[in-house]
């Protein structure tokens, strides 16, 4: 499908929101498939006709791979993940050309996220359901007031309650809640969400912990 389709609908989306919020979803970002300047200038322009902009690499699993492989296609990575894969040099290019267009005069960038909750709930004035805000490296792109909503909003839940929800979903082991995150063990991504928006608190698999390089 052509995505000029896609683009033209965000700006007319856009030019008309009274009663609704736009998000840029911009992803993925593949190495060299659509991370070039151009990409990122065409990406820069679009932000601009959105409440919210969020960034983020690609879902490379194994289907997508065979679909790599039988097409004679040069595949972006060595391997699977079980996570989006967002290059680190991808990043950076995209995060200087957004702190490249914060000049004084205004901006010629709109709001950047690299989580979809973070977007969604900025574009809605809220602060983000998945309390990204424990997982403190991610925030540092994102508005002033939306760091400050956020932090209002977050805040370590009751290890008893937490405990006694995960375990009703089949959590076994022990529950801990540190600094980041709730961690269970043996609870699939489904329920892990479900203790997660309703914590608004982070919660990770204690075996398969998210990390960010």
């Known amino acids: 499908m052509n995505s000029a389709y896609a683009a033209d609908s965000l700006r007319m989306?856009?030019?008309?929101?009274?009663?609704?919020?736009t998000v840029l979803y911009w992803r993925p970002i593949v190495p060299g498939?659509?991370?070039?300047?151009?990409?990122?200038?065409?990406a820069?322009?679009?932000?601009?006709?959105?409440?919210?902009?969020?960034?983020?690499g690609l879902f490379f699993r194994k289907?997508?791979?065979?679909?790599y492989a039988a097409n004679g296609l040069p595949e972006p990575y060595e391997d699977t993940a079980r996570r989006k894969i967002m290059p680190e040099l991808a990043e950076q290019r995209i995060l200087q050309a957004f702190e490249a267009?914060?000049?004084?005069g205004g901006q010629s960038w709109g709001t950047l996220f690299r989580k979809t909750s973070?977007?969604?709930?900025?574009?809605?004035?809220e602060a983000d359901y998945n309390g990204h805000y424990g997982v403190?490296?991610?925030?540092?792109?994102?508005?002033p007031e939306q760091i400050a909503r956020c932090a209002q909003a977050w805040g370590k839940p009751d290890l008893a309650e937490v405990t006694r929800e995960a375990r009703a979903l089949g959590a076994t082991g022990p529950v801990e809640i540190n600094d980041r995150a709730i961690v269970v063990e043996q609870l699939d991504?489904?329920?892990?969400?479900?203790?997660?928006?309703g914590f608004g608190y982070q919660c990770h698999d204690r075996i398969r912990r998210h990390l960010i390089w």
């Open 13 to 21: 989306l856009h030019e008309h929101a009274e009663h609704y919020r």
């Open 33 to 42: 498939l659509n991370d070039s300047d151009d990409h990122i200038e065409q």
């Open 44 to 56: 820069r322009e679009l932000s601009l006709h959105a409440h919210a902009t969020v960034f983020t």
């Open 63 to 67: 289907e997508i791979k065979a679909y």
């Open 101 to 104: 267009g914060q000049t004084p």
């Open 118 to 125: 973070c977007g969604v709930a900025y574009a809605h004035g």
């Open 136 to 143: 403190r490296e991610l925030c540092d792109i994102c508005p």
């Open 189 to 197: 991504e489904p329920p892990r969400y479900y203790l997660q928006h």
